[in-house]
């Protein structure tokens, strides 16, 4: 069985957000790439599924110019096998799952995070799976497999559920896939280097959305203190000012 | 000139800070008030391959060069004293000498586990009345036979007594030859009879560190557990504290910039007068001469690491990184607590250990006046 991870290349989450291009375009300058957090998780569940024997092969996948690659280095790091760049410009979403359809089409299991920390499109698992003709489950909470079946936890409104699946599947995975993301050993960052990255090029693809502006949230308002006897006037101030009651 | 560290450091720096702030900062406190060295800490540094960095895959190492391992130290004290000092003391004291002075067999026989966090293994040279002056060892080894029978003590060893330490590497007077003594170095395991290790409690620093003092009466080990060649013991140990100093630089590089951010974090936060520390400049001036000895403190202490990874002589770049590290520590945390006013001398705020961490880096492995003094023969005066 052979799993595909898909990885986006995030700003770290404690980036300040800054805009050029009159705020249509998101300034790059200085900003330090991660993993984006539900891919690192997906990741780590796909190689724990690999040490334990029920998977042969674990690849990610990235759309990205070549600044994507230490982040692809991190995926080989925590104990990927291979890695793939589509060298282009990650556009939209469409965009990317068109991309991303050209190298998954091997693979048993893909493994897509429910959203991106940048954008939070939450659109490719899915778009790829259509355009793949597969099946996708989404909001996956957990993945076993046992003698090549799978079963997938999914959260759903007020419990969860537990499907046994077909392959190949995408599978569109949230908090709780893996406890927490794995972080590689000195061992694995050693090995990473002689691990293959292969760099393909793009396909056409148009993509179907265009970035008009950006807007910043309205900075935070200070934070009002209220004396602890003093519950009438945080009553009115609930009331009046934030308008919550 | 080329100043980027390669995808691999970054990398390593990027994962270590990810251990240390999630790993490694929520319990340091506790375990600074508790006395507790850390048994769960050690063997997590084991497995994510903090032991043996420097260390060939042969022997069960990662095959890493000198400033990784110092960058993994320097991120580690950015965060915490005491278990920095578990990671360097076991690295560039415990492993270290059996590395580059062991026979193949002895080699084989201590390191790979000494890799793995599951064992330690400590470096026996300071004694009661041997600090500065190694050359005032009085501990003995007789060879009688085929048996080394060793006697004396030694004192403020890290790493000496947990229950995972296999073992020190100590120095002895051998002999004396025209009037001078012999040093050589000799391995002891722990269970040699004769050999008692004995924790040092109440430290004012690196209190989750493990500090011992030993005793040897008549401890008897193999003739094979010299180490290196009889009297060749003060050329290893000065070799040793060598690379010791890079390590005990990195630990005052991370206090200094765990210290800055502390003080850059609450200098941001707090408001008095209406506006924020920051925009006093004094307290802004402050922190910009903080920024500044830590770029200074880094670039030296890299620049010795290069010149060792490069087979360059870095003793005097070694000497110099140590003092000016520690001292840099010590500046840093001052102003920073003196930032944090009245809640910085709180337990509740990390910079309260801070700043009784970093008065260990300025008189460990060679006091700060003789660091001036290696640098002063180096220099030739
Ligand atoms: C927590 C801790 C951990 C340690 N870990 C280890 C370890 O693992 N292994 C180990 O072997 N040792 C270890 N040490 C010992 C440490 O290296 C010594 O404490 C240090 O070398 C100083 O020796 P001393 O304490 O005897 O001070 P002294 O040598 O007595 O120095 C006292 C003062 O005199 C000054 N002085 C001494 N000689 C001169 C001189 N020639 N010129 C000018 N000034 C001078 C010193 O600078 C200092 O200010 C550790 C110490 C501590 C506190």
Redesign the interface.
Known sequence: MKILVLISNVPDTTTKIRFTGDNTAFDTSGVQWIINPWDELALTRAVELKEAGAVEKVVVANVGEKIT??TL??AL?VGADEAIRVDTEPKDSYFVAKQLAQVAKDFDIILAGIEASDYNGSAVGGMLAEILDIASVSAVSGLNIENGELSVNRDIDGGSQVLSINTPVVLIVQKGIAK?PR?????G??M??KKPLNVVPAVDAEPRTKFVKFELPPPKAACKMVDEDNAKELIRLLHEEAKVI | MNFDLTEEQQMIRDTVREFAEREVKPVASELDKKQEFSYDLTKKMGELGLFGMNVPHEYGGQGMDTLSYIIAVEEIARVDGSTAATLAAHNSLGISPLLEYGTEEQKHKYIPQLCTGEALWSFGLTEPEAGSDSRGTKTTAKLVDNEWVINGSKIFITNGATKITKGCTVQAVTGVKDGKKIFSTIIVETGTPGFTQKVMHDKMMWRASNTAELYFDDARVPAGNLLGKEGEGSHIMLHTLDGGRLSIGAMGLGLAQGAFEMALEYAKERKQFGKPLTKFQINAFKLADMALKIELARNLLYKACWLKDNGRPYGKEAAMSKLYCSEVANEVAYEAQQIHGGYGLMKDYDIERFYRDQRLLQIGEGTSEIQRLVISRHIGC
Do not use: D, S
């Open positions: 690659e230490p280095r991190k790091a927490e972080i590689p050993a000195m061992r960052i050693m990473a280097r």
